[in-house]
């Protein structure tokens, strides 16, 4: 089999629960990870040491950088940030109530296929699918045949993974919500990109 072929593995997880500054309306702070987080990131790199994980990976975002710190203190492995596995920013609506009906209309469109939408003063919903899969097939391809811990974002994580992937329904994450710390396993080969399993909750306060 070629490498091109060899399947990586990536261990896609939500950073560990953190804090903001400003958490009652929407804002692109990076947040930092709270106790909470702190030991919900230590028990999941705990529990993934029997995977044999060769490198962890993050977002630039602080709350996903301290979150791949702790894991790979864990591991005994390097973490490294990386750009494009960012969660997609909130651009001009920045200090809106959470449930902004601009914001919700441009979801709205991306969740019926209109990717071409955007974020006033952000992304269109095809920018942020563009730059996570970049960023994952750049992970994919340095480690084909091994098994690599990502740490990014729960919306982005959710639009995007059942978008790349073959084998699952675009809506796969409307029902099924990505608590901090679960972990969506993707397989990437030269066939592209497959979820092997999703960890999501029927709950939508895990959020």
Known sequence: MSDLHCAATLLIARHGDAEYRHPSVLSDEEGWLSDTGIAQTESLATGLAPRKVARVYTSTLARAIESGAL???????EAQAVPGLEEF????????????????SVFKAWQHGD????????ETGEEVVARFREALQAIADQFRGETVLVFSHGGVMSFVLPRISGNVRD?????????????????????????MSWPGSSDSAVV
Not at 115 to 122: C, H, N, S
């Open 71 to 77: 894991a790979a203190k864990v591991l005994g492995v």
């Open 89 to 104: 920013s909130v651009g001009a609506l920045d200090g809106r109530p959470h449930d902004d009906p601009e914001l919700a």
């Open 115 to 122: 990717l071409r939408r955007g974020i006033p003063g952000g």
């Open 171 to 195: 809506d796969l994450a409307a029902a099924m919500f990505l608590p901090n710390c679960a972990v969506a396993e993707v397989s990437v080969d030269g066939d592209g990109f497959e979820v």
